[in-house]
Antibody
Framework: EVQLVESGGVVVQPGGSLRLSCAAS????????MHWVRQAPGKSLEWVSL????????YYAGSVKGRFTVSRDNSKNSLYLQMNSLRTEDTAFYYC?????????????WGQGTLVTVSS | EIVMTQSPATLSVSPGERATLSCRAS??????LAWYQQKPGQAPRLLIY???TRATGIPARFSGSGSGTEFTLTISSLQSEDFAVYYC??????????FGGGTKVEIK
């Protein structure tokens, strides 16, 4: 059974930093591109970032580019999101999501999310 | 960036009735469109990809259609467990991958 478990969400002050983690199991992690998607409370979904199966390529939404860094450790079946210079508008549930094997960029499994609150 | 617009924002439907949800793209996304269902406090669940292919385990009452810029998700006979928020997502042109604003299907 595929499982994605996010952790690391806390309350942080504007300008602060945070690292989110996503522990993956139930599939061959190092064969899949992985994503972060966020959802502000009561709002729609916003794609944040992706990283290729081998970490060779990363992409970001314009709203986080230069502030967030995605990485992975395939030996630990783990995905990470380093978040710097946090803003109040970064407050959201952050989901890690597994891309499908098809090579197309949609998601067949999601974690339950971790809440990041940016507030003074 | 491709903007995805969903309508209506809220759809009130009685159990057993048909629900039709719309998703429009600001430019053609071919058939590279997915639909997700999200219930309160839960993560999204993949329903449809390729505009019309049901994901594994998705009941046949869910169907998707369309291509280019106009897409439809139809739930043929609403069950109690179908009341949720539905999102479309394009994956034709990225970054960024983009989602619609969602349609909430509520009990009439």
């Amino acid at each position: 059974e595929v499982q994605l478990v996010e952790s690391g969400g806390v309350v942080v002050q504007p300008g602060g930093s945070l690292r989110l983690s996503c522990a993956a199991s139930g599939f061959t992690f190092d064969e899949y591109t992985m994503h972060w998607v966020r959802q502000a409370p009561g709002k729609s979904l916003e794609w944040v970032s992706l990283i290729y199966w081998d970490g060779s390529n990363t992409y970001y939404a314009g709203s986080v580019k230069g502030r967030f860094t995605v990485s992975r450790d395939n030996s630990k079946n783990s995905l990470y999101l380093q978040m710097n210079s946090l803003r109040t508008e970064d407050t959201a549930f952050y989901y890690c999501a597994k891309q499908t094997i098809t090579g197309y960029y949609f998601f067949d499994y999601w974690g339950q999310g971790t809440l990041v609150t940016v507030s003074s | 960036e491709i903007v995805m617009t969903q309508s209506p924002a809220t759809l009130s439907v009685s159990p057993g009735e048909r629900a039709t949800l719309s998703c429009r793209a600001s430019q053609s996304v071919s058939s590279n469109l997915a639909w997700y269902q999200q219930k309160p406090g839960q993560a999204p669940r993949l329903l449809i990809y390729g505009a019309s292919t049901r994901a594994t385990g998705i009941p046949a009452r869910f169907s998707g259609s369309g291509s280019g810029t106009e897409f439809t998700l139809t739930i043929s006979s609403l069950q109690s467990e179908d009341f949720a928020v539905y999102y479309c997502q394009q994956y034709n042109d990225w970054p960024p991958l983009t989602f619609g604003g969602g349609t909430k299907v509520e009990i009439k």
